[in-house]
């Protein structure tokens, strides 16, 4: 099963590996990210690796991988439609003098 991302909004992925219980706990060691397409989304690693953000670039399917330590684990996600506001301002009204 994928994850539906729509158009201006980043994620963030986390590798992670399970102990002898099954239990997850996040990996320590460098982990090299790839996207299957970066015209659909890009995926930069942040701080040690474990971590990445996730970037929409346009409409379509994309798979992310994360791999290291011998291990990989990959995603499949679709891009979905249009932008959606990333930031808004707002400003008081002026009342004239």
Known sequence: MGLSLPMGQQITATFLEQDSTYSPFPVTGPITWTSSDTAIATVTAVGNGATATITPV????VE???????VSASIPITVTGEPIAASIQLAPPVTPA
């Open 58 to 61: 346009a409409p379509g399917d």
């Open 64 to 70: 992310i991988t994360g791999a290291g330590d011998g």
